[in-house]
């Protein structure tokens, strides 16, 4: 059965250092999203992504976040000076249509030491 | 007030018995997601509905759009269904999630 696939499965990083989360999302699906998850919290929404541009973002995803999806199977995380509060699981994941079931990956664990 | 509310926020149950966690909204949305946490973090995706009763072997999820309000069901449980249980409402776009209850099923 086809699956979100994440990688790394944990990554740890200095405080100020970039990091590109990376995920593979169903080959036909078409809706593509990233999602965290701070220890002992719920799940919050950053950011969907469809037809190559974001169609919505949360306050959380700032100007030190960024998405790509660099060729026709990656969907990718950037955060680019990494803070301590980054520290979170990340999620993503991917649907056929845009109000539909969405699909999630195992998630990244981000340490921001 | 926070969008989603779940409750309770924990269970325990003796496995067999029949379990119901409940989520209520505030906003208009169109369709709920319940979704499955595993102890490793795992998120599985178990129903989406926007009206009605949906099953699937032993779960059992309803909403009432109307009362804004949603259960899930788990008939027969097993101590394989631990694991922390959300609802997510989907507005416009984004899904906004509840805090979640954890489900403990002891033999």
Known sequence: ??????????????????VILR?????????FYWYR???????????????NEISEKS??????????????????????????EDSAMYFCAS????????FFGPGTRLTVL | KNEVEQSPQNLTAQEGEFITINCSYSVGISA?????QHPGGGIVSLFMLSSGKKKHG??????????????????????RDSAVYICAVKGA?????????RLTINP
């Not at chain 1, 959380?60 to 000076?81: A, Y």
């Open chain 1, 23 to 31: 995920c593979v999302p169903i080959s036909n699906h078409l809706y």
């Open chain 1, 1 to 18: 059965e086809p699956e979100v696939t994440q990688t790394p499965s944990h990554q740890v990083t200095q405080m100020g250092q970039e």
């Open chain 2, 93 to 101: 776009q984004k899904l906004v999630f509840g805090q979640g209850t």
């Open chain 1, 59 to 84: 306050e959380i995803f700032d100007d030190q976040f960024s998405v790509e999806r660099p060729d026709g199977s990656n969907f990718t995380l950037k955060i680019r000076s990494t803070k301590l």
């Open chain 1, 95 to 102: 649907g056929l249509a845009g109000g539909g079931e969405q």
């Open chain 2, 32 to 36: 709920l997601h319940w979704l499955q």
């Open chain 2, 58 to 79: 032993r779960l059992i999820a309803t909403i009432n759009i109307q009362e804004k309000h949603s259960s899930l069901h788990i008939t027969a449980s097993h101590p």
């Open chain 1, 37 to 51: 998850q701070i220890l002992g919290q719920k799940v919050e929404f950053l950011v969907s992504f469809y037809n």
